[in-house]
């Protein structure tokens, strides 16, 4: 009896660690299965936690990021409506990736205050040199910035030096006027006869041997034009309307070859992309892609990625303005990593 309960002793000792160690694992994964979870949005989509990189709050409606010529900061453009951290004030974050650290740079120009007239849109990149940061203003009440601590619509220039933004100077961007045969729909005639509210959008930097030049996206007068940064003068403008009434074509971004020579525009509601020959000042040629069922329907794309440029200005273009998803990642020789953020329509402001 005695070497009996001494065996039966032996074994749940040796049971023992067993049952210990399916505990362990039984409680490891149910804690794993409570990390990850999803998170259903009003959007219809489905946030899985945790997220992969690193997550870092910013202000409000962060649209567009722009890298350094160096690659050790990104800048990111908060054109929403602002937080109470930062006054309800749109900003410009920077982002050191050395670190990961981030510092907001509210805009006093840009806070919900009845007196202002003007909002951040799409538009950011670094200087050539880095030394300065450009952003697009809009305005649509006050268009040519008459009324007190009104911009009007145009450029802002900010000094940029060890992750620290300094608002500089201000180019304004006057009422563009509209070729022959064109005019203003009714809702939009804030400017004289024969003249579009710009709303500079989206834009590329040429760098030149007497500066930078932009090259700008006017997303209400349906137009590109080529701005020099020093003088503040436009020296070439692209008509991108494509029937009698602007806007119509809602041009929204743009990027540019190296050599300065070409460059592409989407074309929000025309579902399309326009390219620029930058030395003839033409409209070389159309690219269609692919038209909605219901031109006023929201619509989510997927697209394949050939290495050519008209698919890439369909990726940025649908993936800004429609959602869509682009696969697969680019996996040319060296190439870089890039994040696309989701655009909006003008405020108002």
Not at 195 to 216: E, H
Request: hydrophobic share 40%.
């Amino acid at each position: 009896m005695e070497k009996l309960r001494i065996k039966l002793r032996m074994k749940i000792l040796l049971l023992s660690p067993l049952a210990i160690s399916s505990l362990l694992v039984v409680f490891v994964v149910a804690r794993a299965a409570d990390h990850t979870r999803k998170i259903n949005l009003p959007t219809s989509k489905t946030l899985t936690l945790p997220v992969p990189g690193y997550l870092a709050r910013t202000n409000s409606f962060p649209a567009t990021i722009a890298v350094s010529p160096d690659g050790h900061y990104a800048a990111l453009l908060n054109q929403g409506y602002g937080t109470q951290e930062t006054q309800a004030r749109q900003s410009i974050a920077i982002l050191d990736l050395s670190n990961n650290q981030l510092h907001d740079f509210p805009d006093d120009r840009l806070s919900d205050d009845y007196s202002t007239r003007q909002s951040y849109f799409i538009g950011l990149a670094f200087s050539t040199d880095g030394n300065h940061l450009y952003a697009s203003m809009g305005s649509i009440t006050d268009p040519t910035g008459e009324k007190p601590k009104s911009t009007g619509n145009g450029i802002a220039i900010y000094k940029f030096a060890d992750g620290q933004v300094a608002p500089e100077r201000f180019i304004k961007i006057a009422p563009q006027r509209l070729a022959e045969g064109k005019e203003v729909a009714i809702g939009q005639r804030k400017t004289p006869a024969g003249t579009a509210v710009p709303y500079p959008a989206g834009l590329a930097v040429l760098p030149g041997s007497k500066g930078d030049r932009l090259l700008i996206a006017n997303n209400l007068s349906d137009n590109v034009v080529l701005l020099d940064v020093s003088s503040g003068n436009i020296e070439k403008s692209f008509d991108l309307s494509r029937s009698r009434y602007v806007p119509s074509t809602y041009p929204y971004t743009v990027i540019a070859n190296k050599a300065g020579t070409k460059a592409w525009v989407s074309l929000w509601n025309a579902s399309a992309v326009a390219e620029l020959n930058l030395e003839t000042e033409k409209v070389t040629r159309w690219i269609d892609l692919a038209k909605p069922s219901d031109p006023i329907a929201i619509q989510s794309n997927a697209l394949q990625h050939p290495d050519d440029m008209k698919a890439m200005i369909a990726c940025v273009e649908l993936c800004r303005m429609k959602g869509a998803t682009l696969i697969p990642p680019l996996a040319a020789k060296n190439t870089r990593r890039f994040m696309l953020t989701i655009g909006s329509v003008p405020s108002g402001y």
